[in-house]
């Protein structure tokens, strides 16, 4: 037997149904590991950072936070959010201050119909649908750049600027890594997504980049769609789609779209990439903390244990990651779902299920 991988994983649950997600996350990950005759294994550290610890200290997360991180091999996340923090603050002050310095720049999302889930979507019922969608994570949108001035001048006359910041280099990693994303799926083909006919200079910039990198790929079917016409098209023609590249807020938001036509925003999954590896990269579900269930023990960790999939596949265990989707693929097939979905099966129940299908699908990849 060859020495055991360890694998230094930075936990950060943060608020809400985040704690209980991610308990439900490392438990199937030692599953795993338990099941791998020692190949690898996980070491926690565990981060009480989040709006608890704003409360105690003022500030989202340790100020030397970032340089802690820094030596673990990956970041695993639970959801950011509480009402005793206003939003941007607790988003800024956590969750983006990682993904901005360590320039985890390529943000995954994947689009998944689950057996034993009805979508809302009449298609899914005859169709198969998978795509993944693409996301810009480290500018646009989402750079933090602009303002708010001339509050002297009294109520009703401040201003605010808000700047998207589109760069070619930005544009073009991005974009190449849908590409090379796509030749490695069943259909080859990558839809580019911007609203270029009303912001007329960085998502022009963005689609010159696409016209440019695509002649690079002549084996990957291309288009490009304008981003109300693309939300038609998630719901009319899913079929057609395969990769999603897209700006951060734009693909944010379709991302979202996805995740509820395939039942719930608590199925979606998420990686944070740095691809270059200069950084550890950081797996989080997309939902958020859901105040209205936390701690109730009933939240569904199905994205969070996604998420968890894409970590091993991150770290190079791709047949470990598909035990994990097939395994999740037969907790619901055989009817465990939580109540986003229509089941009654608690968080825990859930997760035991998963742990459960394990050593079958281990078999079967």
Not at 42 to 50: A, I, L, R, S, Y
Not at 315 to 340: H, N, S
Not at 351 to 358: E, P, Q
């Amino acid at each position: 037997m060859g020495q055991t991988r360890v694998f230094k994983i930075a936990s950060i649950p943060a608020d809400g149904v985040g704690k209980e997600v991610v308990a439900a996350g490392r438990t199937v990950l030692e599953a795993v590991a338990s099941q791998s005759n020692g190949k690898f294994a996980f070491d926690w550290t565990e981060f009480d950072w989040g709006c608890e610890y704003y409360a105690k200290h003022g500030v989202m997360m340790a100020p030397d936070g970032l340089e802690t991180l820094k030596d673990f091999d990956s970041i695993y996340f639970g959801a950011v959010g509480w009402e005793n923090v206003p939003d941007h603050v607790s988003l800024w002050g956590l969750r983006l201050n990682i993904t901005q310095n360590f320039d985890q720049w390529a943000n995954i999302r994947p689009v998944k119909f689950l057996p034993g889930v009805t979508s809302p979507l009449r298609k899914a019922d005859d169709t198969e649908l998978d795509w993944i969608v693409v996301r810009e994570n480290s500018e646009g949108e989402y750079a933090g750049l602009g303002g708010r001035n001339l509050s002297g001048r009294g109520p009703g006359n401040e201003i605010a600027l808000q700047t998207a910041l589109f760069s070619e280099k930005g544009c073009e990693r991005i974009i190449r890594f849908a590409f090379e994303l796509a030749r490695t799926r069943t259909v080859k083909k990558v839809s580019s997504v911007t609203k270029s006919n009303a912001q007329q200079y960085g998502m022009v910039l963005w689609d010159e980049t696409f016209e440019r990198v695509a002649q690079e790929f002549p084996d990957v079917r291309t288009e490009s769609v304008l981003v109300d016409a693309m939300s038609a098209k998630f719901i009319l023609n899913p079929e057609d789609l395969s990769v999603v590249v897209a700006s951060n807020l734009n693909a944010d938001i379709l991302s979202d779209l996805g995740s509820a036509l395939a039942g719930s925003l608590g199925l979606a999954a998420s990686a944070n990439l740095n691809p270059e590896r200069r950084f550890p990269s950081m797996f989080e579900p997309v939902h958020g903390t859901a105040p209205d269930i936390a701690g109730q023990g009933i939240c569904n960790p199905i994205g969070a244990i996604a998420s968890a999939a894409l970590m091993l596949e991150h770290f190079g265990l791709e047949a470990e990651a598909r035990q994990v989707e097939g395994a999740i693929e037969a907790a619901t097939a055989a009817g465990q779902l939580t109540r986003d979905i229509g089941g009654t099966a608690d968080t825990e129940t859930v997760t035991d299920a998963i742990v459960a299908a394990l050593s079958s699908t281990l078999a079967a990849v």
